[in-house]
């Protein structure tokens, strides 16, 4: 035998054969018909327990049989990928309306594998038969198997859309389809309108499905996706899981309860990830995660730890868990042998017109079948009104090819008519039976008219059609699953961040950080106090400041000018530490320091910011002038250089302020006295200072809160603000605090209320709370008391006061 050598250039050869292979993939194993929705394997896995009768009303058999069947007849792969494909028709986690009725474990939802298929039994269920209804009747192509020994259908003749109720995915060759599934009420809905209106638009489509129903339940966000998917074919949608935040009974604890979960997450490992981060510190509040699903549903508790608000920890944990996931649809189906992506209506189309091929296709067999009825009908008949003739002739013939030619010849019968009246038992001679005959007649011509009604006429054709999906409809509907929502807020960083006040420190040398209140533990006035931040030598704490750590902060420099920062910017690091250098939040030029904080929550248009200055010069700037400030800061108040700013306030227009010196006086005077003035405005007079006297503090008078003055050497007393009447500004002021070797000059006033608390900071950083009720109330004027015990300290350099309102800074 001679051979020979053809020779192909590689890159030519290569090309062909992994087109041919990529072809094979997308064609034979990857991609659903858009037909009837199903991939080969699951279409075979469908025929062979059709053809084993293995259907809902049987009994179950084992899985391994069936697999066998398969994997022998139809479809030459390994066992466990069709055991895999059946263990996922089983599911009802992962199909909308599973096709395959399972007896046994066949997996779960955290991911746990299915018993062996020894062990297993299926049948098919009640909706798979209807994707199998009418296979019998020649409406589906068949063609032979692998080895030709048998025929397979090459699609089925599906009276359900099985693409979109129950979706489909999977990789193919340089491409990929991700269909979800729907509701099927919804589904035939919106078939019915599109059937009725062929130029339906796709609005008026969203009103019967307004997008996917996944069997896990849970929440989709936004519309939009869910549009772009139906009019292009590709879209992307979030999906997230349903939480509830409950309250304990016996404390104020919340825990956050997860009930359903998006789409093709795994439990088990979603509850892995939350603890993951917990260990790692990635979210913090979290005290307890327990497990309490059952066959109810899911139900995971995540408590939380006392005092600790449970929407930015649920925040956290849609950020960094599959708690929220994201769904890229792509309705990528074989059509026509080809691989093409589709949008919703063109989807409904190709199904539409497929059962109107089907419809076709069952009424030509029926009717062909009804045709051959009513010839051996007519022939029964006439030989019913003939039967003594027709039995006579039967009795003559001496056999039955005889019989049946004397039949014919006589009464000129077809072959067919002859031998069923020759094969007729003599019970149907009976009266009875005759009449059943004669009506058994005129009813099959009643069904040869309709069926070829049927076939002529497009309109009755697809009311048939329409018929058809209404009866699914009214036998599987169901409630819809998924909630859909508007769209999702985005989440900003304060969505993460639990909204709650903090202490922040700040030195001169330019070291800032934020601190837990829970730090500063309580102790008696006049005590030594506890350390607190490490400070470098020639360093001093210069601000102590309580703010909410979503409210803005601005820091204003000995340059007169403004930078912002939320305080949640600003690292947190314990009571301790020294924090990091303020240059790495604002940029700062060289020698510029911070000599004013203030704190703002929200920007308003009749706020205002209210500015002193040590030279006790004042001025009130509109607080919308500092909405949008530049990373290099914004100018906020041109100084002379033998001046500097000391405090910056939020206000409303309408206050009272005192204004306080380091030599003990004090005036108080209204804040409409001065007009608002631009942002780089120097100010005016709002104080009247002695020789050798400067301006330490500003504060806003309240009607239910003291005084507080603090000396530098841990001196402190509380006066009625009725003490310090109201004056002009400009004026000198009255004595606030009679300053002398004991208790040093003043460092801060402040306002404080009976039930708040003080926290001290030395220049060292040493610092000490305590209640300010433990404080007595003296006479404007007086000395005061010891609050703190200093001992090597220079002086008390930060006041700070704990209040469910009070946000202040010295």
Sequence with gaps: ????????????????????????????????????????????????????????????????????????????????????????????????????????????????????????EIRLSRIAEEILKDIEKDTVIFRPNYDDSLMEPVVMPSKIPSL????????????????????????????AAYIDNPEISLEELLAYIPGPDFPTQGIIYGRQGIRDAYETGRGHITLRARTAIEKHKKDTRESIIITEIPYQVNKARLIETIVELVNTKKIEGISNIKDESNREGIRVVIDLKRGEMALPILNNLYKHTQLQ????????????????????????TEFVNFRKEVVTKR????????????????????????????????????????AKISLISRFNFSEKQATSILEMRLQRLTSLEQTKIIDDYNTTAQEIERLE???????????????????????????????????????????LIKDEEVAVTATYKGYIKR?????????????????????????????????????????????????????????????TAKGRPVINLINTEKDERITAICHVKEFSEDKYLFFVTKKGIVKRVSLSLFRHLRSSGIKAINLPDDDSLIGVLETDGHSELIVATKKGMAIRFKEDEIRPMGRTAYGVRGIKLKKNDEVVSVEIVEEKCHVFTVTEKGYGKRAPHTGYRTQARGGSGVIN??????????????????????????????TIRFAAKDIPVQNRGGLGVKLMDLQNEKTISGVAIVGEDENTEE
């Design 1 to 120: 035998m001679q051979t020979s050598v053809v020779t192909v250039p590689i890159e030519e050869e290569m090309k062909r054969s992994y087109l041919d292979y990529a072809m094979s993939i997308i064609i034979g194993r990857a991609l659903p018909d858009i037909r009837d929705g199903l991939k080969p394997v699951h279409r075979r896995i469908l025929y062979a327990m059709y053809e084993l009768n293995n259907t809902h009303d049987k009994p179950y058999k084992k899985s391994a049989r069936v697999v066998g069947d398969v994997i022998g007849k139809f479809h030459p792969h390994g066992d466990q990928a069709v055991y895999d494909a059946i263990t996922r028709m089983v599911q009802d986690f992962s199909l909308r309306y599973p096709m395959v009725d399972g007896q046994g474990n066949f997996g779960s939802i955290d991911g746990d594998s299915p018993a062996a298929m020894r062990y297993t």
């Design 164 to 191: 979109l109720i129950n979706g489909s995915s999977g990789i193919a060759v340089g491409m990929a389809t991700n269909i979800p599934p729907h509701n099927i009420t919804e589904i035939i809905n919106g078939i």
């Design 325 to 348: 996931t994201t769904f890229g649809i792509i309705f990528l189906t074989i059509v026509n042998n080809e691989p093409k992506v589709l949008n919703l209506k063109a989807i409904i």
């Design 363 to 402: 009424s030509t067999f029926e009717l062909n079948k009804a045709l051959d009825k009513l010839h051996i009908l007519e022939g029964l008949k006439i030989a019913l009104e003939h039967i003594d003739e027709v039995i006579a002739l039967i009795k003559k013939a001496s056999n039955t090819p005889e």
């Design 453 to 495: 009604q049927i076939l002529k006429d497009e309109k009755l054709l697809i009311a048939l059609v329409k018929k058809e999906l209404l009866e699914m409809q009214e036998k599987y509907g169901d409630k819809r699953l998924t909630e859909i929502v508007d769209a999702l807020p985005d989440i900003t960083i304060e969505d």
């Design 515 to 575: 601190t837990s209140l829970d730090q500063y533990k309580h102790q008696l006035r006049g005590g030594k106090g506890r350390i607190g931040i490490a400070v470098r030598e020639e360093d001093v704490v210069d601000h102590l400041y309580i703010a909410s750590t979503h409210s803005h902060l601005f820091f204003f420099t000995n340059a007169g000018k403004a930078h912002s920062v939320k305080v949640h910017a600003i690292p947190e690091a314990p009571l």
């Design 737 to 766: 605090v009679r300053c002398g070797q004991k208790n040093g000059q003043v460092v801060c006033l402040k306002r404080v209320a009976e039930n708040d608390e003080i926290i001290l900071v030395t220049d060292t950083g040493r």
